[in-house]
């Protein structure tokens, strides 16, 4: 059994950015906002910050109080459109209730959609012309390039049909000619779908909803799912104990998929410093 090591993929993509940074007139820039005080996004926004100093990137946190109304946060967004040293930015989810995310979303400007949520940039993914792609599934894809994994004419299961994870997930796996099925949690004997994969991404948000015994041997197993349980333990959304042993590759949580979003985030903008010199 293989246990897909997100955290060594990461520092490799890193490496390679980092190198083609140093020979860049000026260092790509990234605007990352956070509003409010969500403490799971702001470990997750210094870790992007973080990220950005180890490659050479210029990072511009920009933190905002949870009482800022959505037009001054669409004005900040445009300043940042406009700004020629900013060349991604990334509103960190989820936004205050009273703020209309879909709306912040499409007033980023589709070339520094570093997320890939523009719907300009999902409708290119869908049609398999993409520029900017969301982190989380390129950065599975990537994890699955690096095994090797051979995706066409697979069975692929996505079980999660969130914006974020499942959907472009899911297209991710049909632009590499995979045979994709989504399901969600409605859907009827998972189990029974979960088994047939050959390959199996799950993004649901469950601790451990993927049982041992709904994984086919030599399956590979992709778990986006990051759940702190009450002992303060971290753990995904699939029963990786029970599956390792079955599984022909796994990704271990934390150390997995987490790593490579951030990297991902890295390799997006970079791309679009490219486009927009
Ligand atoms: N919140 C959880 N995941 C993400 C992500 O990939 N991007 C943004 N902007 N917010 C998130």
Redesign the pocket.
Known sequence: MNIIDGKEIAKNLRSKIAEEVSSLDRPPGLAVILVGEDPA?AV?VRNKELACKQVGFFSDKIIKSENITEEQLLEEVERLNNNPHIDGI?????LPKHINANKVIEYISPHKDV?G?HSENIGKLMQNKSHLR???PKGVMTMLESIDCKIEGMNCVVVGASN?VGRPMAMELLNARGTVTICNSRTKDLAGKVRQADIVVVGVGIPKMVKGDWVKEGAVVIDVGINRLDDGSLVGDVDYDAIKETAGAITPVPGGVGPM?IAT?LENTLIAYKKNL
């Open positions: 996004s997750y990334l509103v960190q989810l989820p997320d949520f969301p982190c989380t974020i979003t985030l």
